[in-house]
């Protein structure tokens, strides 16, 4: 079953084979004012704007749960180096009013085999909004 997926290349899923969630999900937003300082009264302040939004999760990718925890991990890596653009949807909901981009991926490569072969990694992704010109 689907849970979600950013972009085409990367789906979070669990069937009986394969088990790649996402945790922890967190959604910033934010509005920009500016302050308008006036003569022996209190300050104004002035909406200007909202500010990008950012989402952060963690991802756990566990070998025995039928990944390879590193080939998924490089679609991230790939996806965030060459800047792409991406929807972000959990369940069918799309999240924000625009695309995503991967600012930073933050990674732990925890548990390896003895042949050197990954098989336990925990990563934090933080997205920023991808505003529309």
């Not at 104004?44 to 566990?62: A, D, M, P």
Request: charged letters at 25%; a neutral charge; aromatic letters at 12%.
């Amino acid at each position: 079953m689907v849970i979600g997926s950013l972009g085409n290349d990367i789906v979070f899923e669990v069937t009986p084979e394969t088990v790649k969630t996402l945790n922890n999900l967190k959604w910033d937003s934010g509005a920009k004012y500016a302050e308008i300082n006036r003569y022996l009264k209190d300050n104004l302040i002035e909406f200007q704007g909202c500010e990008l939004e950012s989402i952060t999760f963690s991802v756990q990718l566990n070998a025995a749960l039928g990944v390879n925890p590193l080939n998924e991990y490089i679609k991230f890596l790939q996806a965030m180096r060459k800047g792409e653009a991406m929807r972000f949807v959990v369940g069918w909901k799309a999240y924000g009013k625009n695309k995503w981009v991967i600012e930073k991926l933050s990674n732990n490569l925890e548990k390896y085999d003895q042949y050197g072969n990954l098989l336990y990694c925990t990563f934090d992704v933080t997205l920023k909004e991808y505003a529309a010109r």
